[in-house]
T-cell receptor, first 110, second 112 residues
């Protein structure tokens, strides 16, 4: 069983702060790592992906990957109330397969 | 517009009454999959298909069937639904340069 672990939260941050979301995975052969955002009752929406160790930035979002520690994180800078959602970490060993964590619920307080 | 569609979006049914949830994608993707999402359990894969006439079990296939007769369609069939299949179901299609997974809008199923 390939496991992807996330802190379920809820994580609350004030508007304008940095939100830090963490994810660990068990399969060392994992190749691709994704962060999805899911609003209540809606489908997951891809916001970031990362394949190589290090940081990847896209606007207010930064994904960080450390394969040696089997750890991937998502930083959201200048958090906005519209960022309030559940964030799903997904890990792929390849061949189109994806394994999801249970998600971290983020609340940004105005 | 690239999209994955599912129907119906909401369904209330009774135990044992066969139902089908349809899924269609317009991106010419080969890989499609079905997930169910339950509180505290996250997204769990039910079945996936790597191409027409090629399907395989995911993590929680019991009580479900699928078929893939055409590339664009991947219906989920519950031959004899039971209350423990009450859940939120998502169809997904994977493809493109980055193997990105695109999700349908979801189907909320209640089995009484």
């Amino acid at each position: 069983q390939k496991e992807v672990e996330q802190n379920s939260g809820p994580l609350s941050v004030p508007e304008g702060a940095i939100a830090s979301l963490n994810c660990t995975y068990s399969d060392r052969g994992s190749q691709s790592f994704f962060w999805y955002r899911q609003y209540s009752g809606k489908s997951p929406e891809l916001i970031m992906f990362i394949y190589s160790n290090g940081d990847k930035e896209d606007g207010r979002f930064t994904a960080q990957l450390n394969k040696a520690s089997q750890y991937v994180s998502l930083l959201i800078r200048d958090s906005q109330p519209s960022d309030s959602a559940t964030y799903l970490c997904a890990v792929s060993p390849g061949a189109n397969n994806l394994f999801f964590g249970t998600g971290t619920r983020l609340t940004v307080i105005p | 517009e690239a999209q994955v569609t599912q129907n119906p979006r909401y369904l209330i049914t009774v135990t044992g009454k066969k139902l089908t949830v349809t899924c269609s994608q317009n991106m010419n993707h080969e890989y499609m999959s079905w997930y169910r999402q339950d509180p505290g359990l996250g997204l769990r894969q039910i079945y996936y298909s790597m191409n027409v006439e090629v399907t395989d079990k995911g993590d929680v296939p019991e009580g479900y069937k699928v078929s893939r007769k055409e590339k664009r369609n991947f219906p989920l069939i519950l031959e004899s639904p039971s209350p423990n299949q009450t859940s939120l179901y998502f169809c997904a299609s994977t493809g493109g340069e980055l193997d990105t997974q695109y999700f349908g809008p979801g189907t909320r199923l209640t089995v009484l």
